[in-house]
C-alpha cells in the first residue's frame, strides 16, 4: 500500500513524498525524495533516488504512524528522531504550516520536514514537503487503513497460534509461582532514565 504526494515547481525546488506499508513484513515507512529537474510543465524526481543527499527514506514504527494521525487531528505537532541506523540520524517534524506577515499568518495546511543527517562525515540534508487540508485528510485516512491492516494481521496470527500447553496449575498457584521466581532470581539495581531530545530543526520554515 503506497500513498504519494508529488509538488515540483518549475524553480525546481520542489520535493515528492511516499507513505507506505509493506504487508508481508508488516513495516510503515516514508521516503521524501527532492525535485532533479523542470521540463516545460512537469517535474522529475527518479534521476535523485540514487543520490543519498536528494533523498530519504525513513522506517515508521505504528505508534509513529498514529502520530501522524493525531497531529492531524488535534491540529498540533509530532515530532521524533531516529538514531539507530548505522549510516544516518533522522530528525522529522509535522506540523500546522502557517503563512502571511507575522501577526496575521493563515494556517494553509501541514508541513513535513526532514534532517538526515549521514554519521561518516556529519553531512546534512533538508527535505521539506507541504500538504493542503484536502491531503491532509488524504494522508489521515491511508494511515489509518494501513494500522486497520497492520491490526488485521496481528488478530489472525493470534488466532492461528496453538495455545500454549498447560501444568494444570490454578492461577493463584500460577501467580505465586511466578512472583516466587522474580524475588529469587532478579538481582538488586539502581536504574535511571534519562530523556533528550535534539534541537528542533526551525530552519525547515524560514521563508
Known amino acids: 500500500m503506497q500513498q504519494h504526494f508529488y509538488k515540483p ?7 515528492a513524498c511516499s507513505f507506505g506499508y509493506k504487508e508481508d513484513r508488516r513495516e ?9 529537474s523542470w521540463s516545460g510543465d512537469r ?4 534521476q535523485n533516488r540514487s543520490n543519498p543527499l536528494a533523498n530519504v527514506f525513513v522506517k515508521l514504527s505504528p505508534t509513529e504512524a ?7 487531528l488535534r491540529n498540533a505537532e509530532f515530532k521524533n528522531y531516529h538514531s539507530k541506523s548505522e549510516s544516518q540520524n533522522i530528525q522529522m517534524m509535522f506540523r500546522p504550516y502557517l503563512r502571511g506577515p507575522e501577526g496575521s499568518q493563515v494556517q494553509v495546511g ?5 534532517i538526515k543527517s549521514l554519521k561518516a562525515d556529519n553531512t546534512k540534508a533538508n527535505f521539506i514537503i507541504g500538504f493542503t487540508f484536502p491531503e491532509m485528510e488524504l ?7 494501513c494500522l486497520n491492516h497492520y491490526f488485521s494481521t496481528s488478530y489472525k496470527e493470534t488466532l492461528e497460534t496453538p495455545p500454549a500447553k498447560t501444568n494444570n496449575k490454578t492461577e493463584d498457584e500460577e501467580s505465586t509461582s511466578a512472583i516466587d521466581q522474580v524475588m529469587s532470581d532478579s538481582p538488586t539495581v539502581n536504574t535511571q532514565t534519562r ?12 521563508d
Do not use: M
Not at 494522508?139 to 487503513?145: I, V, W, Y
Not at 530523556?195 to 524560514?206: L, M, R, Y
Open 139 to 145: 494522508l489521515r485516512q491511508f494511515l489509518t487503513a
Open 110 to 114: 501541514f508541513s513535513l520536514g526532514v
Open 9 to 15: 515547481n518549475s524553480k525546481n525546488t520542489g520535493s
Open 28 to 36: 510503515f515507512y516514508c521516503q521524501l525524495i527532492k525535485q532533479h
Open 195 to 206: 530523556t533528550s531530545s535534539p534541537n528542533d530543526g526551525d530552519e525547515f520554515w524560514t
Open 43 to 46: 517535474g522529475s524526481f527518479a
Open 66 to 72: 498514529a502520530g501522524f494521525i493525531d497531529a492531524i
